[in-house]
Antibody, heavy 118, light 108 residues
Framework: QVQLVESGGGVVQPGRSLRLSCAAS????????VHWVRQAPGKGLEWVAV????????HFADSVKGRFTISRDNSKNALSLQMNSLKVEDTAVYYC???????????WGQGTLVTVSS | SYEVTQPPSVSVSPGQTASITCSGD??????TCWYQQKPGQSPVLVIF???KRPSGIPERFSGSNSGSTATLTISGTQAMDEADYYC???????????FGGGTRLTVL
């Protein structure tokens, strides 16, 4: 069965960096785009970033553009989100999610909590 | 940037039909998806491409999208359907989608 497992969350000070990882299994990882979506405590979902199946195309939400980068290693079925210059407003549960081409996110991980606080 | 709007809350009696709307400029020209999220759980895709149901999603869930409004309809609503529902407007050109603010469905 399809599984997505995020890791790397924790407490970090404003201005610092953190790297999230997502381990995928149960599907042909190299055939699908993958997304990061976040949810601040008690708030709604916010799309963060997407990377194409081969890593050649990447898009970011305006709120993280220039601070976050996304990458993937298809040989390891792994997705990463490098978060730099973190802000208090980046505090959220971060989910990785599989793209259900052409539209939709059909599988989600359990999420990893990132808390940005001094 | 593109935005879609949902009502914060909708209430429905058990067995009745619940309708949750999602509004945006020329939304009918884009694909929409709907997600269900129960407390403490990850979101679940319940409708994609406006009206298609993933396998395992009950037939009581249906969707439509026309003009500036997309609608998620739950027929014969059950207590287990109580959850937050999010619409997502999908731009096939950019391969990503913007979420609505979410609607809390209460079954009472």
């Amino acid at each position: 069965q399809v599984q997505l497992v995020e890791s790397g969350g924790g407490v970090v000070q404003p201005g610092r960096s953190l790297r999230l990882s997502c381990a995928a299994s149960g599907f042909t990882f190299s055939s699908y785009a993958v997304h990061w979506v976040r949810q601040a405590p008690g708030k709604g979902l916010e799309w963060v970033a997407v990377i194409s199946y081969d890593g050649s195309n990447k898009h970011f939400a305006d709120s993280v553009k220039g601070r976050f980068t996304i990458s993937r290693d298809n040989s390891k079925n792994a997705l990463s989100l490098q978060m730099n210059s973190l802000k208090v407003e980046d505090t959220a549960v971060y989910y990785c999610a599989k793209d259900r081409a052409p539209v939709g996110l059909d599988y989600w991980g359990q999420g990893t909590l990132v808390t940005v606080s001094s | 940037s593109y935005e879609v709007t949902q009502p914060p809350s909708v209430s429905v009696s058990p067995g009745q039909t619940a309708s949750i709307t999602c509004s945006g400029d020329k939304l009918g020209d884009k694909y929409t998806c709907w997600y269900q999220q129960k407390p403490g759980q990850s979101p679940v895709l319940v409708i994609f491409q406006d009206m298609k149901r993933p396998s395992g999603i009950p037939e009581r869930f249906s969707g439509s999208n026309s003009g500036s409004t997309a609608t998620l309809t739950i027929s014969g609503t059950q207590a287990m359907d109580e959850a937050d529902y999010y619409c997502q407007a999908w731009d096939s050109k950019t391969a990503w989608g913007v979420f609505g603010g979410g609607t809390r469905l209460t079954v009472l």
